[in-house]
């Protein structure tokens, strides 16, 4: 017989407590460990070969990004998102109070610049800014309900491609060569394309690689410029040429030997041994002679308009890059280099409509020739096409002006290609198109959807810096499930 404790009534009362307290105590931990972020990957990376290609984290549905980015703040409100009840109530006041946006007081609701008509089989109402693409609006799945952090150019572009506000974070296109390397071995993993007539207003920060290693910052160049000092001086002839790197590269090889597991040279090397291929692979890339007529003239890449043919000749050189496995493309239409507010941008504020018949053809045809040629050679089926700005304009005009303020409460992104649902929209601004009402979604959801088709969790996909996991969409983002195909 083992002896037993007496209880009473008091302590078993004090007992079942205590049990209670500790089950339910056990309970929430279980439920915040099931629901706590998963483990950093971070990929790894042969220091001597840093593009190779790598794996997903899943099966990717697009193996390459498009990303065309419309410097300026491009206005969906006479593009792509057409608000009826704007059209009814023009020259009225915005129901509320008196508005103070970026540049001062706004004015009366202002129907759309273009008239809006519906397109393809979805019967989607794109306006005749954007003719050309609208003829491809059954290819395309819209956001009309995006946001974004800031009203100001600079640090919302910096927000579209890496984020932050800040300067000195890595760009989408770096993240994802970090992450997945590249299929081409003669060329960067990443190239940034800049508008013929200049940087966007962030510039380099648009594509450049923060605090991950350089070696996955985008490479900027387009069709009229190509890559600088890659040239081979006239004083040294082709055999020497060959000669000089052939012997370089037994000297880089024998240092290497004699210093196995350093890191850094060995991707010193390897970014010279890229240089040295590019010499040969970049001329071939960007010589669109070798293009037919019949593919020149879908671009508008004939056009008498100079900058359009320029233009049109960017996304030409982005297609055949695309064509030879570089995995991000980031091809900007504006500039604030040759020019300032609304001149060679989309930043309407003052006279919208005359800016935007200028803007409208030079960006339309080529990127609708883009679209239409990536469809045709099959490329859209692992290739995803992003349209982005920083962010839209509100649908007043500005007081006393004939043009829009900033809005980054509400704007359209589209999306097609590999792996999204289209013809589809999800998503809406009020009415007037000034706030995203219907299921708002932020940058970080944005940047977290392009990752996922790419085969990559964003939760997951980190850097270690200065004692953060840093990544990408920060501590935020949800990947946009319905708009998944």
């Not at 003719?131 to 100001?152: I, P, Q, R």
């Not at 609708?368 to 089926?381: C, F, T």
Request: proline letters at 7%; one cysteine or more; aromatic letters at 8%.
């Amino acid at each position: 017989m083992f002896p037993h404790s007496q209880t009473d009534r008091r302590g078993f009362l004090g007992n079942s407590a205590t049990l209670l307290g500790s089950t339910a105590l056990a309970t929430l931990l279980a439920r915040d460990t099931t629901t706590a972020a998963p483990a950093p990957i971070a990929p790894s990376i042969n220091a001597g070969q840093p593009h190779a290609a790598r794996h997903a984290h899943f099966g990717p549905r697009a193996r390459q990004v498009v990303m065309i980015f419309c410097s300026g703040g491009f206005s969906p409100l006479d593009s792509f998102d057409y608000k009826p009840e704007l059209v009814r109530r023009h020259g009225e006041a915005l129901p509320g109070k008196n508005l103070i946006t970026f540049q001062g007081e706004q004015g009366s609701l202002t129907r759309p610049l273009y008239p809006f008509r519906p397109r393809g089989e979805s019967g989607k109402m794109v306006s005749t800014l954007v003719d050309h693409l609208g003829e491809h609006a059954d290819e395309m799945c819209f956001l009309h309900s995006v946001t974004t952090k800031t009203n100001t150019h600079g640090p919302a572009e910096n927000v579209m491609s890496t984020g932050f506000t800040l300067d000195g974070f890595p760009s989408i296109g770096a993240w994802m060569s970090y992450a997945l390397g590249s299929e081409a071995d003669n060329l960067p993993a990443f190239v940034a394309i800049p508008d013929p007539r200049g940087k966007p207003q962030s510039s380099v920060n648009n594509w450049g690689p923060g605090f991950l290693p350089a070696a996955f910052q985008g490479t900027d160049f387009n069709a009229a410029s190509p890559i600088r000092n890659l040239a081979r001086p006239g004083s040294v002839s082709p055999a020497a040429d060959t000669a000089t790197r052939r012997f370089l590269n037994t000297l880089n090889q024998k240092h290497l030997d004699r210093f196995p597991g350093d890191s850094q040279l060995a991707a010193r090397i390897a970014s010279y041994q890229l240089a040295a291929r590019m010499q040969l692979s970049i001329p071939r890339v960007t010589d669109l002679s070798t293009e037919s007529r019949s593919m020149i003239r879908l671009y508008g890449a004939d056009s008498p308009n100079q900058l359009k043919a320029a233009f049109a000749r960017n996304c030409l050189l982005a297609r055949r890059l695309v064509e030879q496995g570089v995995r991000f493309v980031q091809l900007f239409n504006g500039s604030y280099q040759t020019g300032g507010e609304g001149t060679s941008n989309w930043d309407g504020h003052k006279k919208l409509k005359v800016q935007y018949d200028v803007h409208g053809p030079i960006l339309d045809q080529p990127a609708a020739g883009l679209l239409a040629d990536l469809k045709q050679r099959g490329l859209l089926e692992d290739t995803l096409v992003v349209f982005c700005s920083e962010f839209g304009r509100m649908p007043t005009f500005q007081k006393g002006a004939s043009g829009r303020d900033h809005n980054p409460d509400g704007f359209t992104v589209w999306m097609a290609g590999a792996g999204v649902k289209a013809p589809f929209s999800f998503g809406a601004t009020d009415p007037f198109g000034h706030r995203a009402v219907e299921r708002p979604i932020s940058v970080h959801d944005l940047h977290a959807t392009i990752l996922h088709l790419a085969g990559l969790d964003h939760r997951r996909l980190s850097f270690y810096h200065n004692g953060i996991q840093r990544r990408l969409t920060d501590v935020h983002g949800h990947v946009v499930q319905d708009v998944l195909a």
